[in-house]
């Protein structure tokens, strides 16, 4: 048996991850089979839907292949159990003493790979998952056992890397053995990843009913996502024996250059949910296929696509993905809705949108109108608590704009944003005061 333990339990990794190491189950190419374990990287209690269904559930996949629709139920019983902390601490240590666990995986958003000063060692509660992370290492390190591979799927630059800073951070901090810092250094494998497959998650009342006739019957842990899917991992070591190469419902890439994926992917699909999705919300839009069938919205964004992003990706690889990309969002059965992009969207956009706007505004001395639109749509929403998921921005726009402690560096430096970016806020409040006085 090969066990993966991954951070997250959330609609994702359960449509994406999951459903891979299914398939090589069904296979048994490898000649073991897979069992995954899931932590819930945040306290408190789980979903009541995971014991009552023995963490059993299944997975839609719909859209278009080669012009035609499709759309395929998948049965997931890989899930082997679900554990939240610190409620099963001891089955997380004992997880961590399993000589059968290889494999690493996270899925806790943008601002989950972080450090903080604040945590203390053992504490499974509020700690970070970098945090828990390090603590689970150590006891596999005092069981004398070898390291294993840690795959962050967070949508960072360098997400391995940031990973394997923070739990260094962590060993300083807590003053663990050196030898220890020898031991992660040298049994684990931190690998650059990539992940891509839009999942809209819980289906929405309207077509509950119809979904659950094809899995045959309730499903409360449904997801629904596109049939498309990649994940693109850092090959170390031996890396080989445990993922497979090839299709297995995601198709999987072992590759040294993980970067000219994951920029193309970043800067393309991921930008443009982050960048639109103020823009739809602002138009009363609920899901990405909403937008793209209006043709304002459409316009916009393939403008944004074509003036403002590609000419950073010269590549025609670059430029089909593109293509496929907008195809994508143009699918009818994927509800993928904005509310649920635009959490934590100022992160999002600091990791999705920035290096574009850093990039264009140095080429052309001057903002890029679209990105900076939709960015100053996203703070005219958190300014009136209409951003969902995100917290309300009270600071003024040039003091939050110029902090460099979230946004790694000063945006005021960017050729004319800060002006353009106040610009828009304020027609935008100027046109929400005309209609309010109408």
Known sequence: MIRVLQFGEGNFLRAFAEPYFQALNERALSGDLYKVTAVKPRSGRLPDAFAAQKNKYHVILRGMENGKPVERVKKIDVLDKVISLPEKSSEFYSLARDESLKIILSNTTEEGIRFCENDRFGDLSASTYPAKLTVFLYERYLAGLDGVYIMPLELIDDNAAALERCVEKYILLWRLPEAFVRWNKEKNYYCETLVDRIVSGYPQAGERSRLQALTGGIDELMCVGEPFGLW?????GDLGKYLQEGKFDVRVVLTDDVDSYKKRKVRILNALHTNFVGVGLLSGKRTVYECMTDAGIEAFTAKMLREEILPFLPSADARHYAEDVL????????????????????????????????????????????????????????RRGRLPGTEPMEKPLRAWMEDESFWGENLLHFTGFYERTKEQVARLEQEEYETSDR
């Open 232 to 236: 693109v991992v850092q090959n170390k």
């Open 327 to 382: 195809e994508r969002f143009r699918n009818p059965y994927l509800q993928h809705r904005l509310e649920s992009i635009a959490l934590n969207s100022f992160s999002k956009w600091r990791a999705r949108v920035l290096p574009t706007v850093r990039d264009y505004c140095a080429r052309y001395e001057e903002p890029p109108e679209c990105l900076t639109f939709g960015f100053a749509c996203l703070i005219y929403l958190s």
